[in-house]
């Protein structure tokens, strides 16, 4: 409704104005005097200076008027120059709409970037968004750092602990054997009882491993003693028997420690005690009478009562062997 009466006093205004121009211009003109002025003005009668003034002031007014109703057409023709033909507006408006609704979709983006104060050119990383950054990486390096710190803890705390499961018995290690020792008398594994004592299983032709294990043990024995105040019997037992003589055994231990003893006897009795003390032994190829024989290489702690206690491989040294076996003794006592 308002619209409609816009529109309506729009197409009214010119004629109005017309109209108005029509009567300023037939007042501004000048008035044919009439005679009555003229004869008046012959014979000096001046009796009309106030109506001429009337006048004059009734003609500024007009042209003041005159002024202000151009001003005001101006004005509206400028601010609604298409206010008289509203369709060409409006199809104007279409065609913009139609043709540029893509860059009117892509410009508000870059107008309302630009009435923000942001670069249109790409939206920068704010200071928020770096720090969220900074914390997520920091969040996921300390979880990996704790998961891996973690996993190696558990591996090592299952490498040391000792599970303990359901006892089986005793292990099936040892027994009784009859040897000769090598003085010349015959033993069993009752003239050991007593006393805590290491076997070890060997030849003496053996070019290195048995000597540089009968080193270990020699050397063994006398930190044993120091720490403990144990005595522990060494006994060396020969899986050779066709060539370690009750002589050839006997020189043979002398070589690393006073205490060793010495123990062989026929291929039945060895195999016999190997078997009993789990210990593997074979003959290699011969060449006349040099030949080698592959055997564990086992040390057995044996307790007081000629019981099975622990065994000790290669792998440990002096001092390891030292200790494990003070271990073992401190806790039987116990």
């Known amino acids: 409704m308002a619209s409609a009466l816009c529109r309506t006093a729009s197409r009214l205004r010119p004629f109005q104005l017309s109209r108005r ?3 300023s211009s037939d007042l501004l003109s000048p008035p044919s005097p009439s005679p009555a002025c003229t004869d008046a003005l012959r014979h000096g009668d001046f009796s009309l200076p106030r109506s001429f003034s009337t006048l004059s002031c009734g003609i500024e007014r007009l042209k003041m008027d005159q002024r202000c109703l151009l001003s005001t057409s101006a004005s509206d023709s400028t601010s609604k120059p298409n206010s008289a033909n509203p369709e060409t507006k409006t199809s104007g408006e279409n065609e913009k709409s139609g043709g540029g609704s893509e860059s009117s979709d892509g410009g508000s983006d870059q107008k309302d970037n630009r009435s923000s104060g942001k670069d249109v050119r790409g939206a920068p990383v704010s200071w ?7 914390a997520t990486g920091a969040g996921l390096v300390y979880y990996y750092e704790n998961e891996k710190k973690r996993h ?6 299952n490498s040391i602990a000792v599970k303990e499961g359901p006892s ?8 009784p054997f009859s040897l000769v020792r090598d003085d010349g008398k015959r033993i069993t594994e009752k003239d050991l009882m007593g006393k805590w004592s290491i076997l070890y299983f060997g030849f003496t032709h053996c070019p290195d491993i048995c000597p540089d294990e009968l080193i270990k043990l020699a050397a063994a024995i006398d930190k044993i003693k120091e720490k403990s ?8 037992i020969s899986v050779d028997p066709e060539r370690d003589t009750v002589q050839q055994v006997h020189e043979y231990v002398k070589e690393f420690h006073p205490k060793l003893i010495g123990l062989t006897g026929s291929p039945e009795e060895i195999q016999s005690v190997a078997r009993s003390y789990r210990v593997y032994y074979m003959k290699t190829e011969e060449e006349d009478s040099d030949y080698l024989v592959d055997h564990s290489i086992v040390m057995y702690l044996m307790s007081p009562e000629m019981n099975f206690v622990k065994f000790y491989g290669k792998n440990h040294d002096v001092d390891s062997l030292t200790e494990g076996v ?9």
């Open 21 to 23: 121009i029509r009567v």
């Open 128 to 134: 928020m968004s770096f720090f969220l950054l900074f």
């Open 152 to 157: 190696i803890e558990d591996i090592n705390t």
């Open 168 to 175: 089986a018995g005793k292990a099936a290690i040892g027994g």
């Open 229 to 236: 105040g144990v005595d522990v019997v060494p006994v060396f």
């Open 326 to 334: 003070v271990k073992e003794i401190r806790q039987y006592r116990k």
